[in-house]
């Protein structure tokens, strides 16, 4: 099966870019990574008999397909598009595009990378003033009926021969693949960024115990954090008392030298657990995981019981703010009706995910343009909306 994807990611605001001599703005993107898409079935036509009454349809992507050499060619000098997705051609790239991507495009890991050169002056200014900030693909592919599993994850097909199109620069909250697709560039936060974060949850300033610094999280995060010292104090102790031990036995070197040798290898590994423990990255991240996470949560429950009075949700909203990780994966499974006591912490994990993906398939969404908002036309592969046949377009917002 033959389609044509506007796959839509979310983003993340960069607060340093570099800012050409010419005027324009050069920023890094992660594109499209390893994992499972969730798709409405009224995206999709032509699908096999045994995926009838099936939605969502999931589609998994894998770093083979990712990493081949044709795919990664073709993201090189891919025109990029804003606000929306436009279906690039020859006869409307002229007045469309707002820059390409630039130099080489890489493998990371398990994502896609590259540089993006965005040249038109309005579309500059509404990534600086964070009115657009996410990235979307516009590409084809093959879909390959072709069941299994990813991290414990079920999916129904495969996406191959992935073919790029254009990238286009959307406004934020219109991602299917979640937070870690986005613009690369964030290295610095201002004091101005710290207000605005505060819009849709009560944000405080978090000083990091290693280094002095301050990080912006919500409430929650916050006391997640605290409890992220209190852990590493407790590392910290540990240390010290091997130390301790020690000198304890430096009389007696001789005959113990084998104990103090292996006490010495749990002394490096406590030191390396710690300054990983006490990074300000590693802070940080589990900082802006636990925010996700806690949204996510929100938008499985708010999927699986839409017509609950605003009180219940509030209420079981307000339970869950101070669970994280494993448990609140549990919690929230349990809550809507699935059992989790047979399962692995894996299949939970995926479970959760996959809930996710699945309310969030089911979102309401804005369409594309008229040239893709069609989800179930067809189009050959010189990607020409005039000459559309045998290729199925899929956008998603």
């Known amino acids: 099966m033959n389609i044509s994807n506007q796959f839509e990611t979310a983003g993340y605001i960069p607060q340093l870019w570099e800012d050409t001599p010419d005027g324009f703005l050069r920023v890094k993107a992660r594109v499209l990574q390893e994992g499972i898409l969730a798709y409405d079935i009224s995206e999709m036509t032509d699908l096999p008999l045994e995926l009838n009454g099936v939605n969502p349809i999931l589609m998994f992507i894998g770093v083979d397909s990712l990493s081949n050499p044709e795919t990664l060619r073709s993201l090189e000098g891919a025109r990029v598009v804003a606000p929306d997705h436009v279906w690039v051609s020859t006869d409307n790239v002229a007045d469309i595009s707002k820059g390409s991507a630039a130099g080489s495009s890489r493998m990371n890991g398990a994502a896609q990378e590259i540089d993006l050169l965005v040249t038109d002056a309005e579309t500059i200014e509404q990534i600086k003033s964070k009115e657009l900030q996410e990235i979307s693909g516009g590409y084809h592919a093959n879909a390959v009926y072709s069941p299994g599993e990813w991290n414990g994850q079920p999916f129904h097909l495969k996406q191959e021969d992935i ?58 995060g916050a006391a997640a954090i605290g409890d992220e010292d209190t852990a590493a104090e407790t590392k910290s102790a540990g240390v010290e008392d091997t130390m301790n031990q020690l000198e ?150």
């Open 163 to 220: 073919f790029y199109n254009h990238l286009a620069i959307i406004k934020a909250g219109l991602g299917r693949a979640g937070h870690e697709i986005r613009i690369l560039n964030a290295k610095k936060q201002t004091q101005e960024d710290d207000n605005e974060m505060a819009d849709e949850k009560k944000m405080v300033r978090v000083k990091l115990r290693n280094t002095g610094k301050y990080v912006n999280t919500d409430e929650e």
């Open 248 to 397: 304890e036995k430096k009389g007696s070197l001789a005959d113990l030298q084998a104990e103090i040798e292996e006490l010495k290898g749990e002394l490096s590994v406590y030191k390396e657990k710690l300054d990983e423990l006490l990074s300000e990255e590693a802070v940080e991240h589990a900082a802006d995981g636990m925010i996700e996470e806690s949204g996510q949560a929100d938008d499985i429950f708010e999927n699986a019981f839409p017509d609950k009075e605003e009180k219940e949700k509030t209420e079981f909203k307000n339970s869950i703010r101070k669970v994280h990780g494993p448990k609140l994966h549990m919690v929230v499974l349990n809550a809507i009706g699935i059992k989790t006591d047979d399962m692995s912490a894996e299949a939970i994990k995926g479970a959760f995910k996959a809930q996710h993906q699945i309310a969030n398939a089911l979102k309401g969404k804005a369409k594309p343009e008229k040239v893709v908002s069609g989800q179930k036309m067809f189009q050959n592969m010189d990607a020409n909306p005039s000459n559309l046949t045998g290729h199925q377009m899929l956008g998603y917002k």
